[in-house]
């Protein structure tokens, strides 16, 4: 089964009431630097204050009643866990949630918050997916995946539908891509909406299984990526990643110093709160990776959640 627009729409109709349909920012300022137009998707002010709200509130409501009872369970590092532990919530359902013990104080602080039961895991995909399991199998909870899940995918697959309604001049989107869901997403919604449009994943250089995918025509895992993109650590899923070979244009890398950059920018141009992952599309301008000179380009700041007491520029004054 492929998704397709019409899933897509669909997943709009059944989530539009639960989450917010999150504003389109725009800078002077950069656009002159970028020698181009551009905006700004703002998914930090989506609830949870990630663009996870979606495909997570999709999942949990597609679910059968004789399923839901049981609860729902997933591993996260963060975002996709608070979206899922708010969305067991909506429908007054358990929320199960696995998290590496490295995950931010504020992400773990914010599953919490939502009432979730959150259980502790090591820092690997290997650690993440067999803890999910043994819960599982003891709560007899659903597993919502975080991203190689065709119901996820379909509700991120939401944010581009509400921006081509907005904007269906845009030549170009710019998406983060960790697990490739969102970007999967966001692909069939654009291109099926607007085919001429051009859409371009970005991840960090130190976590570059996705762009390393794409150029092999098969997936190569993610071992051990060293990111300040916490939320783009995921190993490409499978059925994202279908769907990415199917109808994105290209993915390129950025560095580590150009996603801080990025971050600290939009903070102080724009004056909004990115996280690191929302960070990466903007980086790739600011490394000129792409020649977008005079088009109307779309970048997804897909959230804005952190640890303030770490912000990179902060550590890097020791």
Not at 24 to 31: G, I, K, M, P, R
Not at 105 to 125: D, F, N, S, W
Not at 136 to 146: E, F, M, N, Q, V
Not at 231 to 244: D, T
Request: glycine share 8%.
């Amino acid at each position: 089964m492929n998704l397709t627009l019409a899933l897509i729409r669909e997943a709009h109709a059944r989530i539009k009431d639960k989450i917010n349909r999150t504003p389109v920012l725009t800078s002077a300022t950069l656009d002159a630097q970028a020698r181009a137009r551009l905006f700004f998707k703002c998914e930090n002010f989506q609830k949870v204050g990630a663009f996870k709200a979606r495909g997570a509130t999709n999942a949990v409501f597609l679910l059968a009643d004789a399923e839901a009872h049981r609860g729902v369970a997933t591993h996260s590092s963060g975002n996709h866990a608070a979206a899922l532990a708010r969305a067991a919530g909506l429908r007054g359902i358990p929320a199960h949630i696995v998290m590496p013990n490295n995950a931010s104080q504020a992400k773990q602080a914010a599953v919490a918050r939502y009432g979730a039961h959150i259980v502790l895991c090591e820092p690997t995909l290997a650690a993440r997916e067999s803890t999910c399991e043994r819960l599982i199998a003891a709560t007899g909870a659903a597993l919502i995946h975080p991203y190689n899940d065709m119901r996820v995918m379909a509700g991120q697959g939401t944010t581009a539908v509400e921006l081509l309604e907005s904007l269906p001049e845009l030549d170009v989107l710019l998406c983060p891509v960790g697990g490739g869901g969102q970007l999967a997403g966001v692909a069939v919604a654009s291109k099926s909406m607007k085919p001429s449009i051009r859409v371009v994943g970005v991840e960090p250089a130190a976590a570059d299984d996705a762009y390393r995918s794409f150029k092999a025509g098969h997936i190569i895992p993610s071992v051990n990526p060293q990111t300040i993109a916490d939320g783009l650590r995921s190993s490409l899923g499978k059925l994202p990643f279908a769907e990415i070979q199917r109808y994105v244009d290209e993915i390129v890398t950025v560095s580590e110093q150009s996603i801080v950059h990025s971050m600290r920018t939009i903070w102080e141009v724009m004056k909004i709160i990115i996280e690191p992952s929302a960070a990466v599309p903007y980086a790739a301008l600011l490394e000129n990776k792409l020649d977008i000179a005079g088009q109307r380009v779309g970048i997804i700041l897909s959230g804005g959640n952190l640890d303030l007491d770490t912000l990179p520029w902060m550590k890097s004054r020791g």
